[in-house]
């Protein structure tokens, strides 16, 4: 089946520093990735996607492009806030498991200072 | 809002209680699925249902027993559980199982005691 890596946190980053949270993944075909984030308290919101190759998924400042050479799918964002303090979670589909359910990794925590 | 709903936000119950966890969805979906979510642990699929039909039990105990009546309804009863399901469960419905995106409910933190 397919499977996703994703870095372990936690991430601690000061205001308006640059976010990069790195995933890869190993996967049949090409499938859709995913980015979800977890809010303290909440459950996970789909923050951006890309259904293929060399697609950039963008929302909320946040982007991430569909990288087939490197099977990556990394996120990033510019300058971040302190509101963005949350989990993230790269996704992607498990075709070759249980039909469309998703995959997911760990999850990383990101912490924002003010 | 996702436009999916999950009741009791919170939930205490002791090892020899029976409760039952709700969601609905109003999305229109016909897959719904059920996850736990534990502290450092990765997200744990436990069931899935697609038109009210149960298509995935991934090796879940006895105690947690899934129930669908419709395609907007998913219950998890819970009964006899033990301290280490304390957890936050979370429901998420898709339109179908093939298409990946799924919308996620606020989930419920259960405490077992």
């Known amino acids: 089946g397919n499977s996703v890596t994703q870095m372990e946190g936690p991430v601690t980053l000061s205001e308006e520093a640059f976010l990069t949270i790195n995933c890869t993944y190993t996967?049949?075909?090409?499938?859709?990735l995913f980015w979800y984030v977890q809010y303290p308290g909440e459950g996970l919101q789909l923050l951006l996607k890309?259904?293929?190759?060399?697609d950039k998924g963008s929302n909320k400042g946040f982007e991430a492009t569909y990288r087939k050479e490197t099977t990556s799918f990394h996120l990033e964002k510019g300058s971040v806030q302190v509101s963005d303090s949350a989990v993230y979670f790269c996704?992607?589909?498990?075709?070759?498991?249980?039909?469309?359910?998703?995959?997911f990794g760990k999850g990383t925590k990101l912490s924002v200072k003010p | 809002e996702t436009g999916v709903t999950q009741t009791p936000r919170h939930l205490v119950m002791g090892m020899t209680n029976k409760k039952s966890l709700k969601c609905e969805q109003h999305?229109?979906?016909?897959?719904m699925y059920w996850y736990k979510q534990s502290a450092k642990k990765p997200l744990e699929l436990m069931f899935v249902?697609?038109?009210?039909?149960?298509?995935e039990n991934n090796s879940v105990p006895s105690r947690f027993s899934p129930e669908c009546p419709n395609s907007s309804h998913l219950f998890l009863h819970l009964h006899t559980l033990q301290p280490e399901d304390s957890a936050l469960y979370l429901c998420?419905?898709?339109?179908?199982?093939?298409?990946?995106?799924?919308?996620f409910g606020p989930g419920t933190r259960l405490t077992v005691l």
């Open positions: 996967a049949t075909g090409y499938p859709s």
């Open positions: 890309a259904t293929k190759a060399d």
């Open positions: 249902y697609n038109f009210k039909e149960q298509t």
């Open positions: 998420a419905s898709s339109p179908d199982t093939g298409t990946g995106e799924q919308f």
């Open positions: 996704a992607l589909p498990n075709y070759g498991g249980s039909q469309g359910n998703l995959i």
């Open positions: 999305l229109g979906h016909n897959a």
